[in-house]
């Protein structure tokens, strides 16, 4: 039997971030010096020992959620370490199925956070570990099921999560041409759509959310892993835990205005229990 330890390598490396570890640190800390927030500071932080990272699935089909195969998840910056008690704990549930390396590999909606996690976390590199799930294309009974699980851990202090997503895709390249010509121009009509649906993630009720994918079918992709968070927070109130979500900021990748351009929103928020 093999001791060789499974890591996955940090594949968009080089394509989607710098693959030097010392040019990414820099970019991170730039980029990070310029961020504003809406709310005031903390007045005490309590690090997290864990970090739960959820991220829908651009190239297998799932209609469930997946774990890692690796143990190991390789940044420019340093390696990440999975928390394989949980992992087990998960695992024991029935509910997961094992990825390949190469799909894990292949995948970017989890890595993409991991620069992130691994510079916010440098002072305590030592003392965490991480949580990445896969999760697929589920059915709204599963966005429950899922919910209910993880929301045991969504409740531990201890615990962070991170909900990969970006926001619309719009145009013909996406197969997705929604437009409201009572809000001017495309760009302002995706806006209003977006917001809509963060006004029901705010609302922190999974079914209004649902609801809303159904009538608009906003193209957010991380739809499922926002529906599995909605879920566990729903959970978590009906134990009379206060809770709520805001958002911090909104982008689009463009400004569209005529039906041959394309764009993706971005939005950024933070869940806060009271």
Known sequence: MSNRVV?????????????SGSQLNAQL?????????????????????????LGPSHHVHLSCCALSPAE??????????????????????GLFERMNLQTDEDEH??????????????????????????????????????GKLLSKYLADPSNLFIISSDFCHWGQRFRYTYYDESQG???RSIEHLDK?????????????????LKKYHNTICGRHPIGVLLNAVAELRKSGLEMNFSFLNYA????????????????????VVH
């Open 7 to 19: 890591c996955r390598e940090a594949s968009h490396a080089g394509s989607w971030y710098s693959a």
């Open 252 to 271: 689009q990748s463009s400004e569209c205005r005529t039906w041959h351009d394309s764009s993706v929103s971005y939005a950024a928020g933070a869940l």
């Open 185 to 187: 121009e495309i760009y």
């Open 109 to 146: 909606s989890i890595e993409m956070h991991l620069p992130y996690t691994a510079k916010a976390m440098e002072s305590h590199k030592d003392e965490f570990s991480i949580v990445p799930v896969l999760v697929g294309a589920l059915s709204e009974n599963k966005e429950l099921e899922y």
């Open 29 to 53: 800390e730039d980029w990070l010096s310029k961020a504003q927030s809406t709310v005031r500071p903390a007045r005490a932080i309590i690090a997290p020992r864990r970090v739960f990272i």
């Open 196 to 212: 809509m649906g963060m006004g029901m993630i705010e609302q922190l009720d999974p079914t209004s959310f649902t609801n809303y």
């Open 72 to 93: 190991i998840y390789r940044t420019p910056l340093y390696d990440l370490r999975i928390d394989q008690k949980v992992y087990a704990e998960l695992w024991k549930t």
